[in-house]
């Protein structure tokens, strides 16, 4: 047979096959799709799901609604998607006939939780068994502004007015406070009216009883309890149990429904026809009590005071510190920041590129040296010292008796001394709006010019010199002669007065651990009772008096006879007795060298003997016109607070 050959193209055969190729190709490529997409799907699908089977709602089904047949179907659904309160075909029959204690829409799986066996009908059946419901008045104050909600519970509290809280001060009066019973008498009576009480009778009793007894007085009347209804907004425990919050239909409302028992009911009941009803609203979940029975409006001044002591130990706390951090602030030893690195700088304090804190000049400072107040203030332990203060156990600055000081009264000067605001006003100094130390005119005083005794008494050179000391270049302290005084021997006295221990002593005195002023017997003498004579004695007016002497209206020591009485001529024996030299020669004795009273023979005289000769010989003073001259005392201060003494002489 003869092949067939079309003119100018393939052969047909060829053609045909290359068509059957195309159609194989086609369908193998479908079937290949195919195959991929159900992989694609089953990898997306995951492991085959298990199912469960649960009841749903067939129809959506309202709050309260029974479970019964042909509201109900089954279907199953994914295990996964069904939670565990799910209820099976197989359970259904045990809860048939309870209520939907909420809606159910169609298609829901139904929730054992949804179900309760009572439905409340009404708004007692929510009313526990044994408990009742009581409505009270409240305003919007009152309700926490409208805060409260049903299932909520509070405390309530009364307002009421003292004497109606069960007592009368005119059951004193007519002798029936004790036929009281004891839970009337006892619980609503302060501790100390019944002892005040006994000491009066009839009106005067009224008197004083009505103006130690309290207007008013707040009393708890019940705690923790629940609240269950809002006005007319009841509580629905299915919300609580669904984690919603409770149904608020009124905006506001001027009533709050109470679960409570009869007799608390009575309570209530009795408290707000007699006074007026605060609530206050708790969490839920505190179980606490009030840890009070009553207040009233004396109480508001002790808890003033509490809260003004509680400032003061806050305002003392100093914090030391431990470190600082890379940040540059200042830490304690925990690691909280108690400065920051802006505080360091105004201290003249920073933190160089080693890591170490230094001060302006390069020092290296321990940060461990230092502590920082309360007002952000941050003061080195050595200043403190200095200023005899110190960081108790508590955390807190005190001074050497233990004091609490307050961190806003310690003044720190520019050149780094630390006083308080005390210490500087005992010197008759102050601090400006500066933050300056300045005199009582104003003139600002520096910090190079102030001195802290040993007592903590803050010294200016000014009043150093007006005593006859100075400060030499080397900064000691030092008299006409440029001998040097221990600034610790040095005590100023409150009006001013600088003495020395030395002085003190020759005139039977001390400054005992409180650095209080003492005489020989411990007792404390007041600074306004010294006296200094030009010559530097130091004499009580006590002793003055002990020797018929006294001080005059111009500060002069007189006699009795008001004749002026030289300091020269004061002799001040052992025991602090006030003689004159006149007074020993009369009786044959006399000072010698070393300041002690002897006799002709140069014996030491006893204490008996010069008892004796006050006693016996009377002080008698030059009269004004007199030879000689009489000494100028000072009994008050000077303008710079600095007492100052003179010898005046006295024109023949």
């Given amino acids: ?16 096959g290359a068509v059957g190729f195309g159609v194989a190709a086609a369908l193998l490529s479908v079937v290949y799709l195919k195959a991929r997409t159900a992989a694609i799907e089953a990898s997306l699908r995951g492991p085959e799901q298990q199912k469960v089977t649960v009841v749903v709602a067939n129809r959506d089904l309202p709050r309260g609604a029974p479970v019964a047949d042909g509201s109900f179907a089954v279907r199953e659904l994914p295990a996964e998607f069904v939670h565990a309160d799910a209820i099976r075909p197989g359970e259904y029959e045990r809860f048939k006939g309870r209520a939907l204690t909420t809606a ?37 104050v009152n309700s926490v502004a409208g805060m409260i909600r049903p299932g909520n519970r509070i405390d309530v509290l009364v307002n009421i007015p003292y004497q109606t809280s069960g007592f ?40 004083v009883l009505g103006s130690i007894s309290p207007g008013d007085v707040i009393l708890p009347v019940l705690q923790g309890v629940r609240v ?13 149990l669904l984690r919603q919050p409770q149904l608020r239909a009124e905006g506001n409302f001027t009533s709050v429904t109470l679960d409570v028992t009869a007799e608390q009911a009575a309570m209530l009941t009795a408290a707000q026809d007699k006074g007026d009803l605060l609530a206050l609203l708790r969490n839920r979940k505190d179980p606490g009590a009030s840890a009070f029975t009553a207040v009233s409006a004396r109480d508001l001044f002790d808890n003033a005071a509490k809260m003004a002591a509680a400032e003061e130990q806050r305002a003392a706390r100093a914090a030391e510190a431990g470190g600082v951090d890379a940040s540059g602030n200042l830490v304690d030893a925990s690691g909280k920041k108690l400065a920051s690195s802006e505080q ?24 461990k040296s230092l502590v920082v107040g309360a007002d952000g203030k941050i003061l080195s332990k050595e200043q403190l010292a200095a200023a005899g203060l110190t960081v108790n156990a508590s955390g807190q600055l005190v001074d050497k008796n233990g004091n609490v000081v307050s961190a806003a009264d310690v003044v720190v000067t520019k050149d780094g ?40 008494t803050v010294i200016t050179k000014e009043a150093l010199a007006a005593a006859g000391l100075t400060v030499n270049e080397k900064g000691e302290v030092v008299d006409a002669s440029g001998k040097v005084i221990d600034p610790k021997t040095l005590l100023v006295s409150a009006d001013g007065k600088i003495l020395s221990k030395g002085q003190l002593a020759a005139a039977g005195l001390s400054v005992n651990a409180n650095g209080q002023l003492v005489d020989k017997n411990g007792n404390v003498v007041s600074a306004a009772e010294v006296i200094t004579t030009a010559d530097g004695k130091v004499v009580t007016r006590e002793q003055l008096a002990a020797a018929g002497l006294s001080v005059n209206a111009a500060g002069q020591v007189v ?14 024996a052992p025991d602090g007795t006030v003689l004159s030299k006149k007074q020993l020669a009369a009786a044959g004795l006399s000072v010698n060298a070393k300041g002690q009273v002897v006799d002709a023979n140069g014996n030491l005289v006893s204490r008996e003997q010069i008892a004796a000769v006050a006693k016996e010989i009377p002080i008698s003073g030059s009269p004004t016109g007199g030879e000689g001259s009489y000494d100028y005392v000072i009994g008050g201060s000077s303008t710079d607070g600095i007492a100052k003494s003179q010898r005046v002489p006295v024109p023949e």
């Fill in 1 to 16: 047979m003869a092949q067939v050959k079309k003119k100018g193209g393939l052969p047909l055969t060829m053609i045909m």
């Fill in 104 to 140: 159910l829409g169609v298609g829901r799986p139904l929730l054992k939780s949804f179900l309760d066996e009572d439905f409340p009908v009404d708004f007692s059946d929510t009313i526990p068994v044994g408990r009742r419901a009581l409505t009270v008045t409240v305003d919007e």
């Fill in 168 to 207: 009368d001060p005119k059951l004193y009066t007519v002798g029936l406070f004790k036929e009281l019973p004891g839970n009337i008498k006892l619980p609503n009576i302060p501790g100390g009216i019944a002892s005040i009480a006994s000491q009066f009778s009839g009106e005067e009793l009224d008197a």
């Fill in 228 to 240: 269950l209804a809002t006005g007319q907004d009841p509580y629905i425990e299915s919300l609580d």
């Fill in 344 to 367: 360091l700088a105004a201290a003249g304090l920073h933190v160089n590129e080693n890591g170490q804190l230094v001060d302006a000049s390069g020092k290296v400072v321990d940060p």
């Fill in 417 to 456: 001394k630390v006083m308080t605001r005390q210490q500087l006003a005992a010197a008759g100094l102050s601090v400006n709006a500066n933050g300056e130390v300045v005199d009582a005119q104003g003139k600002v005083v520096s910090g190079a010019d102030l001195i802290v005794s040993a007592n903590g």
């Fill in 559 to 572: 006699d009795a006879a008001g004749n002026v009485v030289a300091s020269d001529d004061l002799v001040i």
